[in-house]
């Protein structure tokens, strides 16, 4: 057997006797009069670049920017907390000064100094 398509032996079944009986020919190659579809690489290049081009001015762009005020969200709470928590330090210390120095000032003037 050669591997024409004029070689096709029926009494053998194919797969697609089986799956879409009485349809043997979607099996076999094409013969030599159908023309073979070529594909413009540059074309599909085009077609997907205008696809990409629309997901991203459309639906993309709205995921984008959803994620980005969640990030942007995150974020700013992560700086508020981490300046809270420098400002909590930062007065802590001066916190005891400010008091004893407050205390200090009271009794000098309770003792009339």
């Not at 797969?15 to 070529?38: F, I, Q």
């Not at 001015?57 to 980005?68: K, N, Q, S, V």
């Amino acid at each position: 057997m050669t591997d024409k398509p004029e070689s096709f032996d029926p009494s053998i079944p194919v797969l697609t006797d089986v799956v879409v009986p009485g349809k043997p020919e979607y099996a076999r190659a094409p013969s030599a009069g159908e023309a073979a579809v070529e594909y413009d690489a540059e074309q599909i290049a085009d077609r997907l670049r205008g696809r990409f081009t629309n997901f991203l001015t459309g639906e993309a762009r709205a995921l984008i920017e959803e994620r980005c005020r969640e990030v942007l969200r995150e974020h700013s709470s992560q700086l508020v907390s981490a300046i809270t928590r420098e400002v909590a330090m930062a007065l802590e210390g001066r916190m005891s000064e400010w008091v004893r120095e407050a205390v200090e000032k009271e009794l000098r003037r309770q003792r009339g100094e």
